[in-house]
């Protein structure tokens, strides 16, 4: 069954990067969209950025815009999000999901890494 | 900037129906916006449990189901268990980009 697995997660000063990287196994990888969700402590999901499978297809939304890169490297089945200025308002649980098929984002979804970014 | 609208928070009675609602800043939701909705318990990953307005997962319990009323996508649950306690989130499509609701506690009381 499809298996996502987050890491990179940590403690940072704002102003500081981390990269996050996604490991995905159980299907073909580098035929679905994936992307980054976040959810800061109290509240929702914000969806963050997707990726296509031959990553000419990105998104990022205005909040992360210009500060996170998304990619991936599909011959290690694997997705990444490299965060640069980081903010205290970037603390949150970073989710790795899988678009699916038919319009079903989020069909799959990690079990998240944790972000601090604290001086 | 787009906002995406749910109630705060809604309590249903084990055994009853209750709707929850999804709105969008910019007008009626239609299926061009693709609505999805999730569940999430405490200290998990949300979950999908509807997608494309009115699809099921394998995974999602017939009790769950997604429609469109009146310009909102809507999440009714019937024969509610204390199991559906939850938040539940609604995500829609924006040209590209994708926008999650606030979010709905679901009481069962």
């Known amino acids: 069954q499809v298996h996502l697995v987050e890491s990179g997660g940590g403690l940072v000063k704002p102003g500081g990067s981390l990269r996050l990287s996604c490991a995905a196994s159980?299907?073909?990888?580098?035929?679905?969209?994936m992307s980054w969700i976040r959810q800061a402590p109290g509240k929702g999901p914000e969806f963050l950025s997707y990726?296509?499978?031959?990553?000419?297809?990105?998104y990022y939304a205005d909040s992360v815009k210009g500060r996170f890169t998304i990619s991936r490297d599909n011959a290690k089945n694997s997705l990444y999000l490299q965060m640069s200025s980081l903010r205290v308002d970037d603390t949150a649980i970073f989710y790795c999901?899988?678009?699916?098929?038919?319009?079903?984002?989020?069909?799959?979804w990690g079990q998240g890494t944790l972000v601090t970014v604290s001086s | 900037q787009t906002v995406v609208t749910q109630e705060p928070s809604l309590t249903v009675s084990p055994g009853g129906t209750v709707t929850l609602t999804c709105a969008s800043s910019t007008g009626a939701v239609t299926g061009d916006y693709h609505p999805s909705w999730f569940q999430q318990k405490p200290g998990q990953s949300p979950r999908s449990l509807i997608y494309?307005?009115?699809f099921l997962h394998s995974w999602t319990p017939a009790r769950f189901s997604g429609s469109l009323l009146g310009g909102k996508a809507a999440l009714t649950l019937s024969a509610v268990q204390s199991d559906d306690e939850a938040d539940y989130y609604c995500l829609l499509f924006y040209s590209g980009a994708w926008v999650f609701g606030g979010g709905t506690r679901l009481t069962v009381l």
């Open positions: 999901a899988r678009l699916g098929n038919g319009w079903s984002p989020g069909d799959s």
């Open positions: 494309n307005a009115r």
């Open positions: 990726i296509n499978g031959r990553s000419n297809d990105i």
């Open positions: 159980g299907f073909t990888f580098s035929d679905f969209f």
